[in-house]
């Protein structure tokens, strides 16, 4: 029975189920399994030629603690990944001798962030129906986020949606994909004001104790536990059709908030032959500055061509230091509660010298990352394109690969015509939506615009009709 502590030590210990529902500890910390379940070989050894939905079930039942029989889990992720463009899920495509791309956007909003999402609704649903409950899921989003989670939410029974973008200030395939969707408890709430406004209203009306009881508040951002192992899947996936078992593949991650190549190092702690790990950033660099020189240390957030890693604090970078200090919560909280002050530290050389032997890391500016994008489109007559967000991971790959042994994979995050303006002004071409997504601007759309004011978005909720139980 797999059991959950927080990274900063001072929350209960807590099943599968409560970590599911809660999101973060109530001590502010993250959740961990307490100790590392694992993968007998043999087991890793049978999922080689499985598909992805079996992979997943087996990936994520023992993180689950008996909550989700394998069985169950296989249901869920066979409803959950149905509807991906490809019948591979996650397709790897080789780019040349040693380079493969593992395309994680073919799912319904065309970004690596459907994985998780489409699983964790489902989970929800059931542990929701199991006790009885309803839930508003109520969040920001700058682009990414909000569309996978509105998608996957959109249509399940005993919980509902309310998503704040700011108005004007998100593209127009990320707003659409939003927008677009038209089940009852999809509601889209467009705010006169920033990112940083919609996140404010988020956290106000979070932190209003009424409210959040009364509306049974909830949250699926990417500090959520089953997030993380969900993506665990892929590495595993890609890993085995690579012959991992026998070389140990190497991955290369473009990265924000630290979710999803830490999700690596969880498949190679699950028992994964795991090469190196590549933390690839682009200009907002915290994480590759942290592993060059041990000095955790904010930044303004500069906006790049790839939004999604525009981020100076990396949730999930916790994790990994609960790991690096050896599991001492108290450690912890001080070093994050330095961080909330004085936005930086510094860890001992013993400690950096441990981070580095679990991951590397690049940056990629701008300029590279354009040139990454119009190399590729050159090297391959005009048949690979690369979102920004991919471009930075590959121009990081190509800089390190001389130091890597063995294969490489590239997880490519978002498709190219999620961000059709970056992909062209690098190479010229304008990339086509999928067919799946091809009259996304015939849609109608459906939106409410509100001020900035957490009161108006809090009358707005109370307005909605009630859930049926
Ligand atoms: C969210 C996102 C990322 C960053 O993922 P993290 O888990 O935050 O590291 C990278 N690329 C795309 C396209 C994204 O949507």
Redesign the pocket.
Known sequence: MTIYVSTRGRAGRRSFEEVLLAGLAEDGGLFLPESWPRLPEARLRALDGADYPTTTAAVTAPFTGGAFEEAELLALAREAYEGFAHPATAPLRQLDPTLWLLELFHGPTL???DFALQLLARLFERVLERRGETITILGATSG?TGSAAIRAIAGRARMRIVVLHPAGRVSEVQRRQMTTVAAANVTNLAIEGTFDDCQEIVKKLFADPDFRSEQKLAAIN?INWARIAAQAAYYVYAALRLGGLERPVSFCV????????YAGHVARRLGLPVGRLVVATNANDILARFLATGTYAAATVVPTSSP??DIQVASNFERLLFELLEGEGARVAELMDRFARERCFTVSRAIHARARELFEGGAADEAATRAEIAHWHGATGGSVLL?P?TAVGAAVARRLRPSLAGPLVLLA??HPAKFPEAVETACGVRPPLPAHLADLFERPERYTVLPADPAAVRDAVRRLPPLPA
């Open positions: 970004a690596f962030k990414d990417s473009p990265t924000g908030n630290f979710g999803d190549v999604s890693m979102d967000h995050t978002a």
